[in-house]
């Protein structure tokens, strides 16, 4: 299956990440899945990225504000377990409660959140074998007691590894949202990435321009990393561009201070076009 093979988005993941193993290669072979939805919850949708830094986490925890303010009870599931982000961006240092069967969700902004970098000292690099990964995500989405939820939104890691393997196999994911940047060798990745979810069966919702351009002090508007890609790319593989956010250096100061900035700064352009995003993806499924 050349899905497992090495390709080029695994340039950018830690050295130690390592080959899927015999087993998992042995396990998947014709085997049909049978994909298990996460209890607690109606809908899962995944966030990803063909590579690292687009991104992605920004996203989904913004997204996660987002659709609460919507009036959704929402979830949200770091399944990055290389590079867990959401203890930094939602500022948790709690570790979450267990009653020896399952573990609790940590609140934060009225989100029950997951992540690795709750049990992990998060200075520790995670240099965990592909089966320590896959059975991360199952105890993440079996073993936690999400409660009432109508989304959890998973930050998912970059490119096609054990994680987004054991997800569209199975777990019953509802929907992804892909993130990339405008430059021309982001894209390249994407485009495998949408035929990767498409292979696996997952619905695509969209793809997302993000750090698109910047507006300066003159008002005028830069396009850095280039113009209008993402929005060819989605064309061309016929699925929805559900638009651009700009560079804004209060996204990633909101981001490192813990409090993104749906939650920190609502009015904002940027925290709008997240509200707007959500209302949308509300209506999809609701
Ligand atoms: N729209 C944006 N404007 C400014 N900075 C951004 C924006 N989106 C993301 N960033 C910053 O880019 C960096 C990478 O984002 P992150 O969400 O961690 O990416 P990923 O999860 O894809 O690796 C972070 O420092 C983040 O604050
Ligand atoms: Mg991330």
């Given at each position: 299956m050349s899905l497992v093979r090495k390709t080029s988005?695994?340039?950018?993941?830690?050295?130690?990440?390592?080959?899927?193993?015999d087993a998992m290669r042995k396990k998947m072979q014709g085997k049909t899945f049978e994909k298990n939805p996460i209890k607690g919850t109606k809908f899962t949708i995944a966030i990803s990225s063909?590579?690292?830094?687009?991104g992605k986490s920004t996203f989904a925890t913004n997204l996660a504000l987002a659709l609460k303010k919507n009036g959704c009870k929402v979830g949200l599931l770091d399944?990055?377990?290389?590079?867990?982000s959401i203890p930094k961006m939602f500022n948790i240092n709690e570790k979450p409660k267990s009653d020896g069967q399952t573990l609790s969700p940590v609140m934060k902004y009225e989100i029950q959140c997951m992540s690795i970098g709750f049990l992990a000292d998060?200075?520790?690099?995670?240099?965990?074998r592909g089966p320590m990964v896959t059975s991360a995500i199952k105890t993440f989405t079996q073993k936690?007691?999400?409660?009432?939820?109508?989304f959890i939104i998973v930050d998912m890691p970059p490119g096609t590894g054990d994680t987004q393997l054991t997800f569209s196999q199975e777990i019953k994911l509802d929907g992804s949202i892909i993130i990339s940047t405008p430059q021309e060798i982001a894209l390249l990745d994407v485009k495998r990435g949408i035929k990767m979810f498409d292979k696996l069966g997952v619905k695509i919702l969209g793809l997302v321009d993000n750090m698109s351009y910047f507006v300066g002090e003159d008002k005028k508007k830069y396009n850095i990393f280039g113009e209008g890609g993402v929005k060819k790319t989605a064309e061309e593989f016929q699925k929805e561009f559900l638009g651009e956010i700009p560079i804004d250096p209060e996204v990633g100061k909101n981001g490192d201070l813990g409090k993104p900035i749906v939650e920190a700064n609502p009015d904002h352009e940027i925290s709008k076009i997240y509200l707007n995003l959500a209302m949308k993806i509300k209506k999809i499924y609701f």
């Open positions: 988005y695994d340039t950018d993941m830690p050295k130690e990440k390592p080959e899927l193993s063909a590579k690292g830094g687009v399944a990055d377990i290389y590079g867990p998060q200075q520790t690099p995670m240099i965990w936690v007691s999400w409660k009432n939820l109508d």
